[in-house]
Structure formats: C-alpha cells, structure tokens
C-alpha cells in the first residue's frame, strides 16, 4: 500500500511538473512580441529618427516587451508615398509622414500654405484644436490612415547659393519644394521657379546645380547636411511646420484596447519628448552650420508674405473653402 501511495503520489507530482512544462509553452507561445515597423525618410541624427527612437522606448516599456518596435529611417522601406500606401494596405505599421498625405485628403493640404500662420503659437492653436481634429477624421476617412499626433519640427527656411533679402531676390528662383501643390503655387505667386522633387535627390540636385536652393525647417537642413551644398540660409519663416506621427488603421483594427491604449499614450509621450528636441535644440543646430561657413540673412518677411497670400484663396477653392475661412477667423483675419 505504502508503495502504491509513493508510486501515485510520484505520478502525481510528474503529471503535474508536465502540466507545468506544457502550460509554460503555451504561455511562452502567447508572449511572443507583436513587431510592428515604422518607417520615415530623414537620417538617423535627425530629431525624427530620435522621436520615433522615443516612440520604440515608450511602447516596449509600456507593453512590458509584449510590443516591440523596428524604425527603419533613410527611406530604406520606402518614400512619403510609398509609406502612406504601405499603411493603407498594413504592411507598414506606422510612418511619420506631413504633407504627402494632401495627396489623400485634401483639407490637410490648406496647412501647406506658405505663410498661412505668423507664428509657430498661431499654428499651435489651430492644429491642436477642433480644426486640426477635423483634418485628422478627414484623413482617415479618405486613406485609411489614423494621426497619432503632431510632431513640430519648426518654421520652414530657405538655403541658396546666393543671399535672398527680400521678394526680388526669390524671381526665377529655381527652388526644391516637396511634390506638394500649395507650396508650388504659392511660391509661383512670389516669383520663384518652384521645382518638386523627392528629398532623396535635393542633396544631389543641390550639389550639380539642377536646382539653386531649397526649404526646410533647420533640423531637416542640417540632418541632410545641405550646408555642405549652400552657402545662405534666409530666416523667411514661411511655413510653421508638422510631421505626423501616422498608423495603419488596419493595424489599429487588429489591436486590443490595451495596446490601442499603449500605443497612444506612446505616441503622446514621443511627441512631447520630440517637440522639447526641436525647441530646445534648433538654435543649436543653426549656429553649428554658422560655424561651417553658412552665412544667414533675415529677409522682409512681411513683404513676402503678402506676395504669397495672393495664391491663398484661389487654392483654397480648389480645396475646401469655407474651412480655409474657419483658419482664418480662428487667427482672427
């Protein structure tokens, strides 16, 4: 009998070391990581790169390692547009993505207006309020593609090889711009020569003189390294500027409300620590390629300005007028 306890007993205890081992493969199996990419075109010192390097810390920390995040920069997955298809389709999780996306909604496109905002405070309050709100549900209506949030990346500027003082100094100007139709038509208004072009080739553009100059915000300049290529920067201001930290609602779809919640408390911790980069980092970064030999000019802004917003209202007919007037009167035009 005493053998017979000690035997079932024995059996008892192996059966249940089995249940273990059995149950610990299934747990193992349930653990497995959800990977997800990002994928975006700047470098990897730009502060992009180190805000979507914020993004992977937030989500793997917050997920307890039940998420985990590739970044692939330098357009290595693709370009603007290929990221936004990508998303469309859920091969691409997330992007950080700005104007290309007017190819898809076009109310996103009224925030590519040069000079549309005097201020970085001025596009603050409308892009963080109802009306940036609205965009948004617009985009992922007509895309399929869901705003996480709005990165700053600071005012657009312009690089040439010749000082640009003022309005005069732009006509025939044959400058890069994005392949985005309200900067090609506003910078026809103030007598450039706008060119688009993908950003992968301004640097080479720039350095055969396919092209005279080029505009960006100063973290994107120098994290292309553009002043290798120009000799001038004009502070012009002209455009206060985003870049979206964008998901695949066909991903969003197939989360859990735990990881939804994860990835959006991610996406507003990463874009408070990106923005902090660009506020404090910017006057850094212009007075490093000052150090390079980059000679700046402050042109008449004011004079520019008005040359630029008389394409204003003839693109926004084309796009959607009446929440052009609703920018306006939230700026108090």
Not at 128 to 142: C, Q, T
Not at 213 to 227: K, L, S, V
Not at 234 to 247: G, R
Request: net charge neutral.
């Amino acid at each position: 009998m005493r053998k017979l306890f000690t035997f079932m007993r024995n059996t008892a205890a192996a059966c249940a070391v089995a249940a273990l081992a059995v149950g610990g493969v299934a747990a193992s199996a349930q653990a497995a990581p959800l990977t997800l990419k990002l994928g975006h075109i700047q470098s990897e010192q730009d502060f992009w790169h180190l805000g979507a390097l914020k993004f992977k810390e937030e989500l793997e920390t917050r997920s307890k390692g039940a998420i985990t995040l590739m970044v692939f920069p330098n357009s290595t997955i693709g370009g603007d547009r290929d990221l936004v298809e990508g998303m469309q389709m859920g091969t691409v999780d997330f992007g950080l993505i700005a104007g290309v996306l007017g190819n898809f909604e076009k109310t996103i496109q009224l925030l590519e207006l040069p000079y549309l905002f005097d201020s970085q405070e001025e596009f603050t309050k409308v892009i963080h309020g109802p009306i940036g709100d609205e965009i948004a549900a617009n985009v992922l209506k007509s895309s399929g593609v869901r705003i996480l949030n709005w990165w700053d990346r600071g005012p657009r500027e312009v690089t040439s090889n010749k000082p640009i003082n003022g309005l005069a100094d732009i006509k025939g100007l044959k400058i890069r711009v994005p392949e985005i139709p309200a900067m090609v038509s506003t910078w026809r208004a103030m007598g450039a020569n706008p060119t688009p072009m993908a950003w992968s080739e301004v640097y080479t553009g720039l350095e055969q003189n396919v092209i005279e100059a080029q505009e960006n915000p100063i973290p994107f300049i120098y994290g292309g390294r553009i002043h290798e290529v120009q000799k001038y920067l004009a502070l012009t201001d002209h455009k206060f500027e985003y870049v979206t930290i964008a998901m695949s609602d066909v991903r969003w779809k197939s989360l859990t409300d735990d990881q939804r919640k994860i990835v959006t408390e991610a996406a507003v911790a990463a874009t408070a620590y990106e923005n902090k980069l660009v506020l404090d980092k910017t006057s850094e970064l212009l007075e490093a390629m000052k150090k390079d030999g980059l000679k700046v000019t402050t042109p008449n802004k004011a004079e520019l300005a008005a040359a630029a917003r008389t394409a204003h209202a003839d693109f926004a007919k084309t796009v959607d007028p009446a929440l052009y007037k609703r920018i306006l009167t939230a700026l108090g035009r």
